[in-house]
T-cell receptor, first 114, second 113 residues
Framework: QKEVEQDPGPLSVPEGAIVSLNCTYS??????FMWYRQYSRKGPELLMY????GNKEDGRFTAQVDKSSKYISLFIRDSQPSDSATYLC??????????????FGPGTRLSVLP | KAGVTQTPRYLIKTRGQQVTLSCSPI?????VSWYQQTPGQGLQFLFEYFSETQRNKGNFPGRFSGRQFSNSRSEMNVSTLELGDSALYLCASSRGQGEVEQFFGPGTRLTVL
């Protein structure tokens, strides 16, 4: 079992739909949870990150972390064709363990159809 | 502010050769991390440099090495290339060591024939 699991997709939705992207993990030491967006032939771009459990909202994006279930989600509201990309979750230990590596999920490819 | 730059963008090498990739971080950023991205293994951490010292290392063989210069620019070297080293090599910079906010460059696409 990989340390971070993510449905690879591809996931196709119509424009305007609500998109839910999810990751599960096995390492309870993870404290920071990140979501990256990667367009084709580009490097990943950090969308948002959260510390420990809870929700965080930024515009059309909402990140949720449920540490008890070892489950994180990214919701995209009013999805746009420009949101079509691969979405990567990533995780890392806390500040008292910042030497721990970042661990990335395999990514979910999303297509938003006009 | 200019982003992270990586050179070259594309590279073709043959087995047994060695290669050096270069990364210039965002101005003011002192930490540089390197990652390998492949379809099969995804994005995997190689190493992190801060203040010209390797601070953290992933689970890669010793053929993969790097260094950081006083201006925070970093190079990554892969010796004795294998077919399995074909990948997108990404560099990410951050202000300090181990910071969560990393900014990635566009990557260097290495093909080993």
């Amino acid at each position: 079992q990989k340390e971070v699991e993510q449905d690879p997709g591809p996931l196709s939705v119509p424009e305007g739909a609500i998109v839910s992207l999810n990751c599960t993990y096995s390492n309870s030491a993870f404290q920071y949870f990140m979501w990256y967006r990667q367009y084709s032939r580009k490097g990943p771009e950090l969308l948002m990150y959260t510390y420990s459990s809870g929700n965080k909202e930024d515009g059309r994006f909402t990140a949720q972390v449920d540490k008890s279930s070892k489950y994180i989600s990214l919701f995209i509201r009013d999805s746009q064709p420009s949101d079509s990309a691969t979405y990567l979750c990533a995780m890392r230990g806390g500040q008292d363990n910042y030497g721990q590596n970042f661990v990335f999920g395999p990514g979910t490819r999303l297509s938003v159809l006009p | 502010k200019a982003g992270v730059t990586q050179t070259p963008r594309y590279l073709i090498k043959t087995r047994g050769q060695q290669v050096t990739l270069s990364c210039s971080p965002i101005s003011g950023h002192r930490s540089v991390s390197w990652y390998q991205q492949t379809p099969g293994q995804g994005l995997q951490f190689l190493f992190e440099y801060f203040s010209e010292t390797q601070r953290n290392k992933g689970n890669f063989p010793g053929r993969f090495s790097g260094r950081q210069f006083s201006n925070s620019r970093s190079e990554m070297n892969v010796s004795t290339l294998e077919l399995g080293d074909s990948a997108l090599y990404l560099c990410a910079s951050s202000r300090g060591q181990g910071e969560v906010e990393q900014f990635f460059g566009p990557g260097t696409r290495l093909t080993v024939l």
